[in-house]
């Protein structure tokens, strides 16, 4: 089963997420209330997808979106970055930084779920291998 990285401090985010992704057991979800605690959960885990809020405590999206880049054994984990910055720099920068999605809260918990359907189907291998499996290099 496809785990999904979940990196916000809203408890209340990260509850919904859970609940939406978790239906049906489609996808198993972890989560991570800041920046340092979810880049160390992401290199422990190795998830197939991280969601990741540019505004959170310990050091901001940005960096770990960049640490996630440059770090051998995650830097090809998809990142859709949510977040409540709408200013076009914040864009230019996560999609720079190779954020697959960016996506302005609030955002319907449907609508994201099909995104990371989409980014994981085109990004699965054929084995149905998932997590470190996936990313071996």
């Given at each position: 089963?496809?785990?999904?990285?979940?990196?916000?401090?809203?408890?209340?985010?990260?509850?919904?997420?859970k609940i939406q992704l978790t239906r049906g057991g489609k996808y198993e979800v972890a989560e991570a209330e800041d920046g340092?605690?979810?880049?160390?959960?992401?290199?422990?885990?190795?998830?197939?997808?991280?969601?990741?809020?540019?505004?959170?405590?310990?050091?901001?999206?940005?960096?770990?979106?960049?640490?996630?880049?440059?770090?051998?054994?995650?830097?090809?984990?998809?990142?859709?970055?949510?977040?409540?910055?709408?200013?076009?720099?914040?864009?230019?920068?996560?999609?720079?930084?190779?954020?697959?999605?960016?996506?302005?809260?609030?955002?319907?918990?449907?609508?994201?779920?099909?995104?990371?359907?989409?980014?994981?189907?085109?990004?699965?291998?054929?084995?149905?291998?998932?997590?470190?499996?996936?990313?071996?290099?």
């Open positions: 089963m496809p785990t999904v990285l979940v990196i916000d401090d809203d408890p209340s985010l990260r509850r919904l997420l340092p605690s979810g880049f160390n959960l992401a290199k422990k885990l190795v998830p197939d997808l991280i969601v990741l809020d540019l505004n959170l405590p310990g050091e901001n999206g940005f960096r770990i979106l960049k640490n996630i880049r440059e770090d051998r054994s995650i830097c090809l984990v998809p990142v859709i970055v949510l977040t409540g910055d709408d200013d076009a720099e914040s864009v230019r920068t996560a999609l720079s930084d190779y954020a697959e999605q960016y996506m302005i809260k609030p955002v319907d918990m449907k609508y994201i779920e099909k995104r990371i359907d989409e980014i994981l189907a085109v990004r699965a291998p054929a084995t149905g291998e998932t997590g470190a499996d996936k990313w071996k290099m």
